[in-house]
């Protein structure tokens, strides 16, 4: 069975500041996701990693993904105001789950001055 | 592209009553739709997963006779939820994948309130 861990479950940050969420699963997959959720609304999609090594970024949010290790990693470069949300990883299931998408817990972003 | 659509945004409907969500993919067709369900403060959780013209498959502890599912179309899935009662109240979000897509697209969520 997919296990997927988030850590730390909430973050304060301070504006400017730099962070790392982590996003552990527990068999092979070379599908991860990471989203962003605001209160009240659906998910908003911010990384597909898709294979290992993968890394991208848009603005101040970057992911990686190592397949080895299991890991993927959401680093916030100098914190804004706007980055408060929850943000969520998910990984595919293998071939046998072709899109089901199982969730980490979830991390709690909260950014103050 | 890609965007997903559902129906209401959010409903309130009395216990023991049942009541439809919509999901559509409203600029392509989706081979797979997936319904999740999200309780406050919470991750999401795959329900079910419906492929057009065949039987959703449930995930484990999920009841299909209280939550139905049909897929009747490329661009339409609805989720009815029967005989509805305050511990449904919850966050339902369905997402929907093409064949060739590296990923599913959200929709924007149901809220359903069971008084």
């Known amino acids: 069975e997919l296990k997927v861990e988030q850590n730390p479950l909430f973050l304060s940050m301070q504006e400017g500041k730099n962070y790392t969420i982590y996003c552990n699963y527990s068999?092979?997959?070379?599908?991860l996701y990471w989203y962003r959720q605001d209160p009240g609304k659906s998910l908003e999609s911010l990384f597909v990693?898709?294979?290992?090594?993968a890394v991208k970024q848009e603005g101040r949010l970057m992911a990686s993904l190592d397949t080895k290790a299991r890991l993927s990693t959401l680093h916030i470069t100098a914190a804004v105001h706007d980055l408060s949300a929850t943000y969520f990883c998910?990984?595919?299931?293998?071939?046998?789950?072709?899109?089901?998408?199982?969730f980490g817990a979830g991390t709690q972003v909260v950014v103050t001055p | 592209g890609a965007v997903v659509s559902q129906h209401p945004s959010w409903v309130i409907c009395k216990s023991g009553t049942s009541v439809k969500i919509e999901c559509r993919s409203l600029?392509?067709?989706?081979?797979?739709m997936f319904w999740y369900r999200q309780f406050p403060k919470q991750s999401l959780m795959l329900m079910a997963t419906s492929n057009e013209g065949s039987k959703a498959t449930y995930e484990q502890g999920v009841e299909k006779d209280k939550f139905l599912i049909n897929h009747a179309s490329l661009t339409l899935s609805t989720l009815t939820v029967t005989s509805a009662h305050p511990e449904d109240s919850s966050f339902y979000i369905c997402s929907a994948r093409r064949g060739g897509d590296t990923e599913a697209f959200f929709g924007q969520g149901t809220r359903l309130t069971v008084v």
């Open positions: 600029d392509f067709q989706a081979t797979t």
């Open positions: 990693l898709l294979s290992n090594g």
């Open positions: 068999t092979t997959s070379d599908r």
């Open positions: 998910a990984v595919e299931g293998a071939t046998d789950s072709w899109g089901k998408l199982q």
